[in-house]
């Protein structure tokens, strides 16, 4: 399938031009799968006057579907027999978790995606892990730990350690095991390449505790959080701080500083280059829409972000609008070298802006 031809360019190697066309024949395959397979999804498309059959002369013609609708209704695709991974985001403050079912596809095509995201950014390839959060055996349908098992299975032939021993202990991070993990390395002199997990968590909970005892160290490997930043910025840590706060207490380079921006429905993740912003790899693409009439807006103005993705063969996630507001670079180069589009995330639409697209979507469906 044109997805899986896709996967085998590097994630960012193709000028905007040329990923374009490969780009509309890949997702419209995808669509055209979700459209004959679907129900639920093609009378989505109907009243939206889609139909990927005919293709695809703008992007912007793709219906898109509100991450919130995963929380109320199930776009399988495909039989449930076929279903070999389903998970379960953290449920939000709606308390509803949205449920993500992948076939063995689209779980292939997950883990090259994000592998593959993930060398182009990090080395951290055979070389001991830390990360700071749970087993993925303690709670296998967290859509969480799907990312986290994949990312330690890269720690290889090395150790992949976790922090949080039990879901009891959820807030509590083992900070003595940790700062004897990296004591432990550099008399062996096995440097640990990675230390992972959730934004807030390693922010309150490690670094911030760490900065607190006057713990000073000196970390060469690699930092990669995700999750969000909405607590952290309700208690007023901002980017800047959070990076300042990490080097103050790991000595580690900024450019180790990896935010891995993503979603349970997405199969890719978007990760901060040193310039600031995340990058496309050639099988996904964005769309900035405005967040008053919907219309996608021109490069370098703001409004929701939109997420095309042409690897969901199991349900129809091809076109996910978020509740996050951003912009496109409208650079022609970005400074990184890294070819394709690019994007920043401001904020988290405002909860009545979000709410009132995801629920008019929702009325638009029943
Ligand atoms: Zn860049």
Not at 189 to 218: M, S
């Amino acid at each position: 399938m044109k997805a899986d031809e896709l996967l085998k360019y590097q994630p960012f190697s193709l000028e905007e031009e040329e990923k374009q066309v490969l780009f509309k024949e890949a997702i419209a395959e995808t669509l055209v799968g979700h459209y004959e397979g679907n129900e639920l999804f093609r009378q989505y498309c109907v009243k939206n006057g889609f139909d990927p059959r005919n293709g695809i002369s703008s992007l912007g013609d793709i219906p898109y579907i509100p991450i919130q609708l995963y929380k109320k209704c199930s776009f399988l695709t495909v039989k449930e027999e076929e279903i070999v991974d389903i998970r379960k985001s953290s449920s939000t403050s709606t308390g509803m978790p949205s449920v993500v079912h992948r076939d063995a596809i689209t779980m292939e095509r997950y883990r090259i995606s994000r592998n593959m995201i993930f060398d182009d950014f990090i080395d951290d390839r055979n070389k001991t892990h830390i990360c700071i959060g749970e087993d993925p055996e303690f709670n296998k349908g967290a859509s969480r730990n799907l990312i986290n098992s994949l990312i330690a299975e890269r720690s290889g032939s090395a150790e992949t350690y976790y922090l949080i021993k039990d879901k009891e202990d959820k807030f509590k991070v083992d900070l003595d095991m940790f700062l004897g993990l990296l004591e432990e390395a550099r008399q062996k002199d096995k440097p640990v390449g990675l230390i992972f997990g959730g934004t807030a968590i390693i922010y309150l909970f490690l670094i911030k505790p760490l900065l607190e005892r006057g713990v000073k160290l000196d970390y060469s490997g690699y930092i990669a959080h995700g999750g969000g930043w909405k607590k952290l910025q309700d208690q007023q840590v901002s980017k800047e701080i959070f990076n300042r706060d990490l080097r103050n207490v790991l000595n580690c380079p900024e450019s180790h500083i990896v935010d891995m921006y993503g979603f349970a429905e997405a199969n890719s993740m978007f990760i901060d280059c040193e310039a600031g912003y995340k990058h496309v790899p050639v099988w996904n693409e964005v769309i900035i829409r405005d967040p008053l009439n919907m219309k996608p807006v021109e490069k370098g103005e703001r409004g929701i972000v939109q997420i095309l993705d042409a690897l969901p063969h199991s349900y129809a996630g091809a076109s996910l609008l978020t509740d996050d507001i951003g912009y496109i670079s409208t650079e022609k180069h970005c400074p990184c070298g890294r070819k394709g589009s690019a994007f920043k995330v401001l904020r988290r639409a405002l909860g009545s802006e979000a709410k009132g697209c995801g629920d008019m979507m929702v009325d638009k469906m029943k």
